[in-house]
């Protein structure tokens, strides 16, 4: 199986710039996704196949990279952001990140 | 409005069977490649099976491979998910998600979640 290694968690101020990191342990061209799951809520997904932005997610969401390593990016942050994120391969089957927990101070 | 609502979970003994639907609304049901997703309590999220738009191709993670069957009734817009063996590692919330496309494998809608809890 494809592993994927995030960051544990975050903490931001409202109005800053974040970005969340995803490590794959072998290459998965663009086939990363990401999803945003806020407590007691099914996750949804926010960038798939690497930097597209999924309709109705807001611009301050972007993603980016290739092969083994990839940044979810979220500028500016805003309280309602709280939330564990997780990105996702499909190179192979998939499997998920185990999550960064963002919190704001 | 896509809309995926699962059911059939509960509590169920170690060994024994239990079987999950989700009914599907808001999009052509039969054009789609469909997936259950879980989540152990506090645990991060795991994908379990996809089947493709028709039922003609499935996939399953290793660990359950021989215990569970997904399946789908195209004209009830409903996927299932039979669970036999269980394990108290399937205690979960199962998700049932739409994929889109299946080529490109991601989970474009989600369901509420139905909790599972295998235990004696």
């Known amino acids: 199986d494809t592993v994927l290694t995030q960051s544990p968690a975050l903490a931001v101020s409202p109005g800053e710039r974040v970005t969340i990191s995803c490590r794959a342990s072998?290459?998965?061209?663009?086939?990363m996704h990401w999803y945003q799951q806020k407590p007691g809520q099914q996750p949804t997904l926010l960038i798939y196949l690497a930097s597209n932005l999924e309709s109705g997610v807001p611009a301050r969401f972007s993603g980016s990279g290739s092969g083994t390593d990839f940044t979810l990016t979220i500028d500016p942050v805003e309280a309602d952001d709280t939330a564990t994120y997780y990105c996702q391969q499909s190179w192979n089957d998939p499997t998920f990140g185990a999550g960064t927990k963002l919190e704001l101070k | 409005e896509v809309q995926l609502v699962e059911s059939g979970g509960g509590l169920v003994q170690p060994g024994r069977s239990m079987k999950l639907s989700c009914a599907a609304s808001?999009?052509?049901?039969?054009?789609?490649?469909m997936a259950w997703v879980r989540q152990a309590p506090t645990k991060g999220l795991e994908w379990v099976a996809t089947i493709s738009y028709d039922g003609s191709s499935t996939y399953y993670r290793d660990s359950v491979k021989g215990r569970f069957t997904i399946s789908r009734d195209n004209a009830k817009s409903t996927l299932y998910l039979q669970m036999n063996s269980l394990r108290s590692e399937d205690t979960a919330t199962y998700y049932c998600t739409r994929v889109r496309p299946i080529a490109a494998g991601y989970f474009d809608y989600w369901g509420q979640g139905v909790m599972v809890t295998v235990s004696s």
């Open positions: 808001g999009f052509t049901f039969s054009n789609y490649g």
């Open positions: 072998e290459s998965v061209s663009t086939l």
